[in-house]
């Protein structure tokens, strides 16, 4: 495994190894024995990996139910479509 692969590896499986496929795992682990490249491209996704799953960075429950209620409350010339209700207004 080249840490080109690797790192397509860690895009598709994150960072921790034993949710990868055991083939894919036993390479990467041999790559990580001898790359320094790897080992910080691990470190990485593990570092993203656990800010993006602390419970105080979520966000409240309910909050996207509340989202669409309120959405769709609103009349439709106000949602942003067009007289016939089936193309948004163009932003440019």
């Given at each position: 495994m080249t840490d080109e692969e690797f790192r397509d590896r860690l895009d598709?499986?994150?960072g921790d190894l034993a949710l990868w496929?055991?083939?894919a795992?036993?390479?990467a682990r041999r790559?990580?024995?001898r790359s320094v490249k790897a080992q910080a491209m691990l470190d990485e996704m593990v570092t993203v990996e656990l800010a993006l799953g602390r419970s105080e960075d979520r966000p409240p429950?309910?909050?996207?139910?509340r989202i669409f209620a309120?959405?769709?409350r609103l009349p439709p010339s106000e949602r942003g479509f067009d007289e016939d209700g089936d193309q948004p207004t163009r932003l440019m």
């Open positions: 598709r499986h994150g496929p055991a083939d795992a036993r390479d790559l990580l024995l429950p309910g909050l996207a139910d309120a959405a769709f």
